[in-house]
């Protein structure tokens, strides 16, 4: 962990990772998303569909749908659950930085 940074990454649906973003903390979630999407197109083109934490959600779902043609599926938690909820497919993402050695 470093203080005073964020990492936004990008991984398959292996859980590997396409691309990491690394941004200050006070920069918010919508521009560093934005700018990992638009690098991620030249490099992934097959990748056509994104799905992102809730925190995402709102005009980068419009936003990734108009410039990159692409759909970003958001995955939220279900409503009222006040415990540990195991996503579909979020694994993937949350256990990548064990791998990578953060």
Request: glycine share 8%; charged share 25%.
């Amino acid at each position: 962990m470093i203080n005073g940074s964020k990492r936004h990454p990008v991984v398959d649906t292996k859980g590997l990772h396409a691309v990491i973003r690394v941004t200050p903390a006070d920069m918010q979630d919508w521009d560093a998303a934005s700018e990992l999407l638009r690098r991620l197109r030249p490099t992934h083109p097959q990748i056509t569909q994104v799905q992102a934490d809730s925190a995402y959600a709102g005009r980068l779902v419009t936003w990734a749908e108009g410039f990159l043609q692409s759909t970003l599926a958001t995955v939220s938690r279900p409503r009222g659950a006040k415990e540990l909820v195991v996503l579909p497919r979020r694994w993937r993402v949350e256990r990548t930085p064990g791998w990578g050695g953060s």
